[in-house]
């Protein structure tokens, strides 16, 4: 009688211990969840199902969203005059209509970092742009270029939460003759960014590239990352991307990777630059190292890429006869200051073998800058300095 009481006692105490946690749990996840946004795939269909009716200003008619002027609901086979509409994931879309809006409230962490994805396909051949914001900070994103023989891309944008409760706002800010012009816009996701810890040994933040914005499992186009100068809000850390065109994120699921699950697909020649600031001392000696590979999508070659460090430039051809995937390459730079650039780009513009209109390129992966003057260290870095020395001479040998 008292075991079985004691055993009840125990019981009640640990389903309260049990309703506490939940209680915690709860309120951990009222701040929004990593991935998609509240029908954020615009899969829900309204009150009313799904028709072809312009919703106009009719608050909450998709849900889980605010719309403001021409929102339309459009669908997969759909024609606008002899085009078919192109859907990036799914079976439905929003299309944004002159200065039209859709935008929807996330519960924040107040100061933290977070990345937006989605996916954006233009109707017309006109310049077609999207201002993504979440006020005070903006952007907007060129989808004049197409990069993928989809019709469409996904998109990467961050900013820093300045309030625990923020507003997404995605707007065509166009005012095109033909009012069914306009993007389409999908898959719209969030997830939290943290900056990793800058390891002992390389001076390059996220120079594996594996922390980034939210990469959905089934998306096999990867996620472009346009024009951002801001090195503090960016939606890979550590890195900004300084030029008018974008570099493409890819992931081991879908591409060739050198290093972990994710690495730069160098896509847009000499117009896509990827770069970071590196602390350095003055007059001291380093070693820029990083992994040149090609993505497995039957790019068309030669693919090479350009880096730069401090005054140093060289260009490096990836050997396609070789086995591996990747190779290793590097240069030595003196530090003139404080701070120094690292920079790539792609030699080339490259397109597919498969689908001409698809741009491509080298991949980019474990970048690694490291001091070497005054060092007497012989440890696996020293080791692994000397493999590099070995693959940039054979890369020179069999090159020439
Ligand atoms: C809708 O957009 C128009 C024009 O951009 C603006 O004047 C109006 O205040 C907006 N309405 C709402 C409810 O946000
Ligand atoms: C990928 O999955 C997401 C979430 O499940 C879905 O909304 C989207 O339509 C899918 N995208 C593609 C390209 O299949
Ligand atoms: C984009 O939208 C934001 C917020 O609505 C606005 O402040 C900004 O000026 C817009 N940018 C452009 C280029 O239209
Ligand atoms: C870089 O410097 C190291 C000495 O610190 C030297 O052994 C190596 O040959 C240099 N590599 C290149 C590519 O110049
Ligand atoms: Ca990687």
């Known amino acids: ?22 209680v915690v749990v709860a309120e951990e996840d009222s701040t929004i969840q990593d991935g998609l946004l509240v029908n954020g795939d615009f899969e829900t269909a309204p009150s009313g199902g799904f028709s072809d009716d312009v919703l106009g200003e009719r608050e909450a008619s ?14 997969s086979g759909e024609k606008q005059g002899a085009m078919i509409l192109i859907i990036p994931g799914g079976t439905h879309a929003v299309r944004l209509g002159n200065d039209a809006e859709i935008s929807q409230e996330l519960k924040v962490e107040k100061g933290a970092l977070y990345s937006i994805t989605f996916s954006a396909a233009r109707t017309c051949a006109q310049l077609e742009s999207l201002n993504v914001s979440v006020p005070p900070s903006s952007s907007t994103v060129d989808l004049q270029t197409v990069y993928s023989d989809q019709g469409w891309d996904s998109y990467a944008w961050a900013f820093e939460a300045q309030d625990g409760h923020v507003r997404l706002v995605l707007k065509n800010p166009g005012m095109e003759e033909d009012p069914t012009c306009g993007p389409i816009i999908d898959d719209v996701a969030i997830k939290k960014m943290f900056t990793p810890d800058r390891p002992k040994d390389n001076a390059v933040l996220n120079g594996n590239l594996e922390e980034g914005p939210w ?19 960016t939606p890979l850390p550590g890195w900004i991307v300084e030029s008018n065109r974008a570099v493409r994120l890819i992931d081991s699921y879908h591409f060739t990777v050198p290093e972990g699950k994710r690495a730069i697909e160098l896509v847009s020649g000499k117009e896509g630059i990827i770069s970071q600031m590196v602390e ?94 005054g060092s007497i260290r012989i440890g696996p870095v020293s080791f692994g300095f000397g493999l590099c020395v070995v693959v940039v001479a054979l890369v020179f040998g069999v090159g020439l």
């Open 1 to 22: 009688m008292a075991g079985r009481l004691a055993t009840s006692k125990m019981f009640s105490a640990f389903t309260l211990l049990l309703a506490s946690l939940s």
């Open 62 to 75: 998709i849900p889980g969203w605010k719309s403001n002027g021409t929102v339309e609901l459009v669908s």
């Open 215 to 233: 990469l959905f499992r089934n998306e096999s186009l990867g996620i472009l990352l346009p024009t951002n100068l801001d090195e503090e809000t």
């Open 280 to 373: 350095t001392t003055p007059k001291k000696q380093y070693t820029l190292s990083f992994s040149l590979g090609r993505a497995g999508d039957s790019c068309r070659e030669p693919l090479a890429l350009m880096a730069f460090a401090g005054d140093q430039a060289q260009s490096y051809h990836y050997i396609s006869d070789s086995n591996s995937p990747f190779q290793r390459a590097g240069l030595n730079f003196t530090a003139k200051a404080e701070r120094t650039r690292i920079a790539f780009y792609s030699v080339y513009y490259n397109t597919r073998a498969d689908h001409m209109s698809s741009l491509c390129g080298p991949v980019l992966d474990d970048v690694k800058v490291w001091a070497t003057s």
